[in-house]
């Protein structure tokens, strides 16, 4: 489904990626692991058109992305959860939703609204607040949410556990499950590394642009240099 070869990013003089090659197949759920300023937002913000590489190619199912503008990406099929929610604050939840599904046609939304409202009940209580007065997992609920209402094949999800309490990334990351099982395929930034590694197929470690590691999730979870890294064990 997605392919990446090659890909080179650079802010200024800085490169950021370095070459990276890794794929997503249908249907999976596939982890970037890596500390904070390995690439992997970078590489994300790529792939869903927000930046130009220096180098390389990125494509979905054959089709060239990396010189086309973020709303034809969006209409592609490709959804992006960016890293810190970026919600309308002064918008309603319900207004938030309606903007995840501003390129598609008015008349066939209520019933994807509908669908989120069943995947996040929550959202349905807070329909008619202002975003920005929710708690922060309900506005990682609704960042997710307004990604779903484009319809995405491939869903970008950047730290979605940040700054949440662990009960509420519990329900995060069953929801991410629920999402692929529906049919969404999933490409996942995050930093916890145990949570990603137990709910991926497979993953990809970066470091300093670069990626260092690739494997099934199972091998990578069980690896002594894996473990040490990212999972704080010796």
Known sequence: MLQVEGLRV??????????IDFS?????????????GAGKTTTLRTISGLLRPRGGKVRFEGERLDQLPPHELVALGIGHVPEGRRIFARMSVTENLQMGAY?????????DIERV????????????????????????????????????RLLLLDEPSMGLAPMIVARIFEIIREINEQGTTVLLVEQNAAQ??????RG??????????????????????VRAAYLGED
């Open 204 to 225: 990809y470690v970066l470091e300093t642009g670069e990626i260092v590691m690739a494997d099934n999730a199972a091998t990578l979870l069980a690896d002594d240099r």
């Open 103 to 111: 390129h598609r046609k008015r008349g066939d939304i209520g019933a």
């Open 10 to 19: 650079a802010y200024g003089g800085i490169e950021a990626l370095r070459g």
């Open 117 to 152: 409202y069943d995947l996040f009940p929550v959202l349905r209580d807070r329909r008619s607040q202002p975003g920005g007065t929710l708690s922060g997992g309900e506005q990682q609920m609704l960042a997710i949410a307004r990604a779903l209402m484009s319809r995405p």
């Open 24 to 36: 997503v197949d249908v249907g999976e759920i596939v982890t970037l692991l890596g500390a904070n």
């Open 196 to 201: 990603a590694l137990k709910l991926a197929s």
